[in-house]
Structure formats: C-alpha cells, structure tokens
C-alpha cells in the first residue's frame, strides 16, 4: 500500500519517550526537504548538493530491533529504554520497525512471560534484553537474547517454546553482558538454535552477520547507498582500493569484480571475521580483511609509503581522525569517497582534504532512516592535478 505523503507520525504513542522518531511531527517530504536543507547549510560550501534520495515506503524499514524488558504491574512488558530515566517504555506496533522483527519480540515476551524468566531490573533477574535481525531479501531471523550473567534459565524450554511461537527464526543466540549501558551486547555468543549468524543478499553479493557485528539497518536503501558509492568510485578493474571501516566488508566485496586489489580494515573482530568469511563466500580473492584501528592502519601504510587508487571511507558518527586524513593524503587516492552518517563531522573532514589538495566532486544525501534526524551522505573527492 503506497504511504500517504500527507501523514504525519506523530499519532505514535510514545512519541516524546522514546525520542526515536525526531522529525516525525513533519510529513515525510517536509522531513526530507528539512535534511536537504541541513546538508545544503553544512555541505554547500564544499560544492553542489545533490537533491537526497528518499524511500518510497518511508515506515517499517528497520530490520534490526533491539527491546528492553521489565515487570509492570500489567505483567512483563517490552519495549525502549527511555533516554535519560533508563526505564522501559511498552511499545506496541512501531512505525519504523520491520514487522517481522517486532513480531519476534513479542514472542520472545511472550516466551518469558509464560516461562517466569525475569527482566534484569539492574540488581536482580536474568534477561536485559533482545536483539533482532531479519536478512530482508534472505528472510533469516536471528533472535539475539542478552543476559546479565552467564544464567538463562530454562534454557532450552526458552528455545523450543519461541521457536513454536514463531518457526521462521533461523537462529537463537545467547549473549552475556555485565556492562551497565542498556542495549549493548557482550563479547561472548552462544548459539541456542541454528548457526549463530544469519546471512543477506546485497548488489549480488551474499554476506554474513554476526551478533555484533556492523551491518546497516535499512537494508531497502543499503543497496542505493552503496550503488552511489560504487558509481562515485568509478573503478576501472586494476585499482588498488582501500576499505576503511569496513564492518563485515560490504562495499569492498560490492567493488571487488572492478577493482584489482581491495584492501579492508575495521576494529571490530567478529565484522573482520565476517567480512573474511564475506570474501570467500563470493569468492573475492582480491579482497583481504585486516583487524585494526583505521587511522594506526592508514598511518602504517603511508608510512611504508604504500600508494591506493582509490579510498572508500564509512566512519561511524563521530567521523575519521585528523591523522587519518594526513596519511591517507600521503597515500594519495586519485579518487576518495566518503560514506558518513553525520553530516557535520563530514563538513569537518572535507575541510581537512580540501585543504591538502584535493577537490570534492560530488555530494548526494540518502535517506536511509526516515522519521529519525540521522542523514547518510556519500561525498566524493579527487586530487588536484597540482598537487600530482
Ligand atoms: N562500511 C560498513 C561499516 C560502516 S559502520 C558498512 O557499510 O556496513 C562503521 C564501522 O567502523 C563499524 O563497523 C565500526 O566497528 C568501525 N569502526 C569504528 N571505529 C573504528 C576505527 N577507529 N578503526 C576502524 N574501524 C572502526
């Protein structure tokens, strides 16, 4: 059913406590023209903007969903963890999740309910919460349960029980996590039921996810976001490409076929392990993975005085490291493209490459979280004939 274009969302319930859906007070092209707008104020020093590519269905885009528990007086109920208070707010039916995903928390409520198992209320109790991750075009469900302490009781009733509930999960997961932050996951994984991780389909290319593993939420718009970024690099077949932050290696294994040579590096070592496993899955034996912090990796290799074709750069929010920019313009990338989920410290870092000769091309922002103030915006940059 198309969306209605006049709709705003702020009938939500939960609308001032949860604080997900920031721009949900404005229809949905009042909130694109509103992140158009932002980038244009922030980006259009550095060049022409190009006009942001929206979602047709801008709702239930979410595939992955993570929830919180906690006993109420109406029984045990899921939901988000209110910024500031930490307390769970019930959400039924929210616009932005994937259907499938908030289906699987409600049976894995549901679940506990009927097993007694506990919400972890920070002193007591056993499950603090639940994260889910539906592979869109593979349909795999992987139901991630976090618990305060090596213990989930009824293990294997817990199991059987949600797997009766809802027999399209593909896999169970059992996730230890002491650490106070809500929503965070800890480093050891148990699989429960099925293979631990589940696996989706991106540009032709299959890749694997892991429970902490990076892997974008939005995968209906993945697929433009990374096309734009494939089409601002612009590979010819021989180039030496380097992939920083690369999560579970999707945009390096997306550029393998037109590229010689893709170099891979991410922090994380579960995405790194993935994104091996990525490679050998779509046989990209061009494509090498490596565990590190991105600018200690740039700084190495400017350092040996390797040089890169190209440089394809997706930095979470808080952008990439005046260091990083330093060596990576020692390393000197015909053509540098830059996938940023934060406009600003964007703004930041092109300024730093402007300034070490090199010259932005192109600027297009993405939609890839409607109703949300977030903006995704790739941006491509290449090097000044002067300074060759
Ligand atoms: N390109 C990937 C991942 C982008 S998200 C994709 O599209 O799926 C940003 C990634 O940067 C995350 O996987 C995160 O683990 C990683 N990261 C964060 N800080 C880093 C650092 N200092 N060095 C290398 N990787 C880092």
């Known amino acids: 059913m198309p ?3 006049e709709l705003r969302g702020n009938g939500c319930p ?7 859906c920031q721009l949900q007070n404005l229809t949905y092209p009042e909130q694109l023209r509103y992140k158009q707008g932002r980038c244009v104020a922030l980006l259009g020093r550095f ?18 969903v993570q929830a919180g528990f906690a006993k109420t007086r109406a029984g045990l109920v899921s939901g988000v963890y209110q910024s ?4 769970v707010v019930p959400v039924e039916g929210c616009m932005i999740e994937d259907e499938v995903c908030s289906g699987a928390v409600a049976h894995v409520r549901d679940t506990l309910r009927e097993l007694r198992i506990r919400p972890w209320d920070g002193r007591t109790g056993d499950v603090r919460h639940v994260l889910v991750r539906r592979g869109l075009y593979s349909g795999e469900l992987m139901v991630v349960v976090v618990t305060q302490t090596r213990q989930l009781p009824s293990k294997n009733a817990f199991v059987e029980n949600l797997l009766r509930r809802m027999p399209g999960i593909t896999t ?18 148990e699989a429960l039921y099925g293979a631990g ?16 593993s990076f892997y974008q939420v939005n995968p209906a718009m993945t697929g433009t976001l990374y096309r ?8 010819k077949g021989s180039e030496t490409l380097l992939d920083a932050y690369c999560g579970t290696g999707t945009i390096g294994i997306a550029a393998s076929d037109s590229a010689g040579r893709v170099i891979g590096v991410e922090l994380n070592s579960d995405a790194v392990r993935d994104a091996k496993l990525n490679a050998r899955m779509n046989g990209a034996d061009n494509a090498e993975f490596y565990r590190g912090d991105a600018t200690a990796f740039m700084e190495a290799m400017a350092e040996r005085g390797e040089k890169l074709d190209a440089l394809v750069m997706d930095p979470p929010r808080a952008g990439s490291s005046a260091r990083f920019i330093r060596s990576a313009v020692k390393a000197a990338p015909e053509r540098i493209v830059y996938v940023s989920c934060e406009p ?10 402007t300034g070490s000769g090199y010259r932005v091309r192109r600027i297009q922002p993405v939609d890839m979280f409607p109703h949300t103030k977030h903006c995704e915006v790739v941006a491509s940059l290449t090097r000044d004939s002067a300074s060759r």
Do not use: Q, W
């Not at 500031?84 to 307390?87: E, I, L």
């Not at 169970?172 to 994984?189: F, I, M, Q, S, W």
């Not at 734009?228 to 590979?235: P, R, W």
């Open 172 to 189: 169970v997961v059992h996730n230890v996590c002491a650490d106070p932050l809500p929503l965070t996951l800890g480093r050891e994984n």
């Open 47 to 64: 060049g022409h903007v190009g006009r942001i590519i929206g979602m047709e269905e801008p709702y239930h885009y979410r595939c992955k």
């Open 197 to 212: 991780s589940i696996v989706d389909t991106l540009l032709g290319k299959t890749f694997r996810i892991s429970p902490n």
């Open 14 to 20: 939960v609308f001032k406590k949860c604080g997900g």
């Open 84 to 87: 500031g208070s930490g307390r």
């Open 344 to 353: 600003e410290t964007l703004a930041r870092d092109l300024a730093l490459f």
């Open 3 to 5: 969306y209605d274009p």
């Open 228 to 235: 734009t970024a494939l089409d601002f690099l612009d590979l």
